[in-house]
């Protein structure tokens, strides 16, 4: 099975301050989804990165794909509190989907 | 719209009784799946259906049964309630697109 570790666990920011988060995987890498979820909400679709060097964009978040590494980060320029919520990394190495470990991100205002 | 269905939201139970988490998409998607959700392990998987007709066992299923009803419908049963099973449930179905999840159950077995 594929493991995905993610870092850090939780992440408490000011408004307005930048900050990244990181899925590593224990496997080689053939495409990695991100997703977000608020409380009492289901998953919200982020974006799917599908080739090694990959780098996507949508809005303030960028998230890019580093194959050698196994690993892919997630970038949140300017946050606000809106971002706040748990960022899950995914991958499906095949017919099963794997999910990362997860870390809840609190923006203060 | 256009969907991933997931009841219910909310429920309560005693250990030992029995519940039905129902499941239904209409995107016509071969593939559907049941997660459990518990702080800091992230998401596990624990049954899905590549296809109608049939079912496989994920990481986590101990506990659970499932049943493929049609292509729409893929359910989730707890025989016999464990307080362990306390979680947040998600259904997801899937195609080459990729994956759209339910908006979850949260269950909590007292």
């Known amino acids: 099975s594929q493991e995905l570790e993610q870092s850090p666990q939780s992440l408490i920011v000011q408004e307005g301050k930048n900050l990244t988060i990181n899925c590593t995987s224990s496997?080689?890498?053939?495409?990695l989804y991100w997703y977000k979820q608020k409380y009492g909400e289901g998953l919200i679709f982020l974006m799917m990165?599908?080739?090694?060097?990959e780098e996507k964009s949508h809005e303030k978040i960028t998230a890019k794909l580093d194959e050698k590494k196994q690993q892919s980060s997630l970038h949140i320029t300017a946050s606000q509190p809106s971002h706040a919520g748990i960022y899950l990394c995914?991958?499906?190495?095949?017919?099963?989907?794997?999910f990362g470990t997860g870390t809840s991100l609190t923006v203060i205002p | 719209n256009a969907g991933v269905t997931q009841t219910p939201k909310f429920q309560v139970l005693k250990t030992g009784q029995s519940m039905t988490l129902q499941c239904a998409q209409d995107?016509?998607?071969?593939?559907m799946y049941w997660y459990r959700q518990d702080p800091g392990m992230g998401l596990r998987l624990i049954y899905y259906?590549?296809?109608?007709?049939?079912?496989d066992k994920g990481e986590v299923p101990n506990g659970y049964n499932v049943s493929r009803l049609n292509k729409r419908e893929f359910s989730l049963r707890l025989e016999s309630a464990a307080p362990s099973q306390t979680s947040v449930y998600f259904c997801?179905?899937?195609?080459?697109?990729?994956?759209?999840f339910g908006s979850g159950t949260r269950l909590t077995v007292v």
């Open positions: 259906s590549a296809s109608e007709g049939t079912t």
């Open positions: 995107m016509n998607h071969n593939s």
């Open positions: 995914g991958a499906d190495p095949g017919n099963q989907f794997y």
């Open positions: 496997k080689t890498l053939y495409g």
């Open positions: 990165l599908q080739k090694g060097g």
């Open positions: 997801a179905s899937s195609d080459r697109d990729g994956y759209t």
